[in-house]
Nanobody, 125 residues
Framework: QVQLVESGGGLVQPGGSLRLSCAAS????????IGWFRQAPGKEREGVSC????????YYADSVKGRVTISRDNAKNTVYLQMNSLKPEDTAVYYC??????????????????WGQGTQVTVSS
């Protein structure tokens, strides 16, 4: 079983940056695609980005494209989400999750297996 722990969230002003980390234990992340999702109060969980396990495919939601970069360090068993030019509408709890097998629709949360507990990102002046 995989345990995921997100970190790096916090309060940041509009236009600022944060780097979120998703650290895994219990299994190597090599075998999994990893997705980042977010959920704002009163809204559904939405996909932010996904990175495949081996072939390097990367996906971004249109709402964050150009502002967000996903990367993985398999040696550290960690996946990162670098977020720049943050906006108030980016405020949400951010979660990472593992995806086993071929990616279907990367932003469908039901395709993911294990989830972390989330880290809060608040963008406000």
């Amino acid at each position: 079983q995989v345990q995921l722990v997100e970190s790096g969230g916090g309060l940041v002003q509009p236009g600022g940056s944060l780097r979120l980390s998703c650290a895994a234990s219990g299994s190597t992340l090599d075998y999994y695609a990893i997705g980042w999702f977010r959920q704002a109060p009163g809204k559904e969980r939405e996909g932010v980005s996904c990175i495949s396990s081996r072939d390097g495919r990367i996906y971004y939601a249109d709402s964050v494209k150009g502002r967000v970069t996903i990367s993985r360090d398999n040696a550290k068993n960690t996946v990162y989400l670098q977020m720049n030019s943050l906006k108030p509408e980016d405020t949400a709890v951010y979660y990472c999750a593992t995806h086993t097998g071929d990616i279907g629709i990367w932003y469908h949360a039901y395709e993911y297996d294990y989830w972390g507990q989330g880290t809060q990102v608040t963008v406000s002046s």
